[in-house]
């Protein structure tokens, strides 16, 4: 139904009409007008061992009264009583089902890789203790997430290297599969942490929270490709603060993907997904040198760049390019928390000064500034930028 949230604006949400409890039909072969067999509340008998539905329901109904009179048929929050009970509820599974989506997080996959099937035909847990351990401590610990995310990224293993040293070859022997989790295994970030890290590095994400969400700019020609008939996506969505806040709070048109997300392996919007593909193909890197968001974010982080070394000094309205090294290392820092050595920085005032030479032969009004979006934007497409190391 619709109502009236806390903050004062519209939403849709689920609420019981009044105390009492509606009829639920099974519906042979589907037909709605089937209406002989009636269900009472149930919850999957294999999760179960000891209260039944009936009990949790009427437990839920004795605490309802305890706080006054009762305004549903608190049916929810018996099923919320039994979800979490990890004596004789789905609490057991739950939590183990947490633990390991938060375990496949962090490292790419899970302690159970099919992070979507604990059963018979899932694989068994390459870890079964470290599985019953975290969510003991899990569950111990009120089922508080945060806590888990700080057990897991403060433990040595979080904090291996991915890099494997040529001198032990023992661990690939072993396990090259890395199953065993001898070393850290490199994973590419999220599309939606990808975009929001190139606006952080360029000072340009917006940190507001909560609201309703944004509608990027999508270029009219995908609308016209996917041939969608009656009402479109808007063609004047504009490339402002409103529209560079974090991705979660992006609208998402699920005959409309957005074109670097789902070149990225956003998972497709019609069916659910315990874990995204994770390619590598050539419209990756097409998106990194021409998408649009891309090029735009990549000026702004030349800009920032310029003005942070102009107010401390240390860089001036000069084209040689052997002033540029302060701003090169401050790209660097920025970028990927680290100074370049002294190979990156050649490096990069050469790939400046080429840029900078091919765009003063075209007459560009601001070649420097023009060669310095070119020289951000590359820095975007590195796998230092897109990888966690």
Known sequence: ????????????FFQDFDSERRTTWLFRRSDFYDREIELPIGFPEMLSSG???EEYWQQAKEQSCENGDPKSTMQRRALAEWITDPEHGGGALLARVIVNRIWHHHFGKGIVETTGDFG???DSPTHPELLEYLTHQFVGNGWNIKSLHR????????QQASTRDANDSRGHDVDPGNKLLWRMNPQRLEVEVMRDAMLSVSDTLNYHSG???YKPYIAPEANLARNIQGESYPKDAQDDPSTRRRSVYMFHKRLIPYPMFQAFDRPDLMVSCSRRQNTTVAPQAMVILNDRFVRSVAG???RHLIDEQTNDGAFADSSSIEDWTPIIEQAFSTAFARLPNEAEVQA????IRSQMDARSNRN???PRDEALSDYCQSLFGLNEFIYID
């Open 1 to 12: 139904m619709r109502g009236k949230l806390p903050s004062g604006a519209d939403g849709f």
């Open 51 to 53: 209260p039944d539905a």
């Open 120 to 122: 018979m035909q899932g």
């Open 151 to 158: 057990q897991i990224l403060g433990s040595a293993v979080w």
């Open 211 to 213: 609201g309703p969400g």
């Open 300 to 302: 702004d982080f030349a």
């Open 348 to 351: 990069s005032k050469e790939f």
């Open 364 to 366: 560009e009004t601001n």
